[in-house]
């Protein structure tokens, strides 16, 4: 049972047309996969008592995904939260060297690697399969998953306090758009007893954010470890059907209606975030997705800001030509000892942000097209530009250059240069 009400839009009758004679499965094919689907639910196993304890936040990194998980980490810090954390990676190779030692020295937070736990990681092939496995593997028995680029706006410690999260135990943000599963999807399942007519009328969701209780939903969870671990292959194309948004991401409220658990999708529409035209108004098509925070259903109050399009990492902002740090090339580039060089958006004249970075333009705009205020009292950018200072002037990802550019902009468009260094922080004359 889904706890809350969230209205989406339609899809045009042409669409759903086209989404209900997608697939070609025949019904002796799709009676094979319902078979199978209720015979792995019947092996689901319960949940394993004393196998987790307490409360945390799990984010997966790795590669250049650690740059920006510097930046969620930092804000996570930066906003009071005191939860301890793991940052997860595939194999110790995805670690930046010496980024855990300095990660475990801010307290709390400690690095854990799939690969301890998957020693035959030939079957995932695709980052979106290690999602499951971070939330599960983790030793926390409530977890706030959080995606690199899922920043908190504020202290996302109070969530596990919600009345939404106490009562079904597991919440789940909505993304832009409607399903496009395959109306076979709820037969599969077991969901129906027949092939639906038309494509289900539900929401998708973005799972850049997800929080779980595992003793609630443990079969839920393992659930959608079955369909990722077969997603590639099967369930991620079952769930879109060349629509958007191929991946994890639908395999998690899908395992939840199978198994009728009771849980939670944020009532609210996600808001986006604009680009500032210089005036503070928003325009374009958006950086990143606002989220709700679930402890008020009647207002929108933005909790966690998911940059889905512009990446909040200091060296791929602010670096005029760098070399990829060797934990993010691929295993053929670092056979061969090739180095790898990028520019950030800086540089890069092509770049949507090109003209903020260079003129001091602030990147998230403060209003939206009519001119109201879209963040209420809130000023991520800030916060985050004070975060992406320290990681640029501090640590394994600090460069000079990177540094110099960070406070230069800072003070050309705050008027404040944040010296962590000295623990001081002043406004430029």
Known sequence: ???????????????????ADYLDMTSDEAQFMRDEHASVVQALPDYPLGAFSGRGITILAGGKYSEIAATTLGMTRLLGSRLPVEIWMIDRVEAQEGWCDEMAAQGGMVCRFVSDYIQDMSAFSH???????????????????????????????????SPAYVDTGAILWPDYWQATESPYTPYITGQNGTKATLVPDIQTVDSGQMLWN???????????????????????TLLTQGGPGWGDKDTFPTALRALKAKWTMIPHRLETQRYDDGTGRGMGSGMAMMQADPADDTKF??????????????????????????????AEQRTKGQEVTFKGSVSNR????????????????TKDKDGLN????????????????RVGCTGVFSEDGICRRTRGFLDKTFGLVASWEGGAERKCS
Not at 131 to 159: C, G, Q, R, T
Not at 217 to 228: D, E, G, I, T
Not at 353 to 362: A, E, P, S, T, V
């Open 1 to 19: 049972m889904e706890r809350g009400d969230f209205q989406g839009g339609q899809l045009a009758k042409a669409t759903v047309q086209l989404l």
């Open 127 to 161: 980052h979106y399969q290690l999602k499951i496995a971070v939330i599960m593997f983790s030793s926390f028995a409530e977890v706030l998953y959080l995606d690199a680029d899922s920043m908190p706006v504020v202290n996302p410690d109070p969530i596990f306090e």
């Open 350 to 365: 092509n770049s949507n942000i090109w003209k903020q970075l260079n003129f001091g333009i602030r990147l998230f705009a």
């Open 374 to 389: 879209n963040m209420g009292r809130l000023d991520t950018e800030i916060d985050m530009w004070r975060v992406m200072e």
């Open 301 to 330: 109050r933005p909790l966690f800001l998911h940059s889905n399009f512009i990446k909040c990492s200091v060296r791929r902002l602010m670096c005029d030509l760098c070399i990829e740090d060797p934990s993010a090339l691929s």
């Open 214 to 236: 595992k003793a609630k939903h443990w079969k839920s969870l393992c659930l959608s470890a079955y369909y990722n671990y077969f997603g590639p292959k099967y369930w991620y």
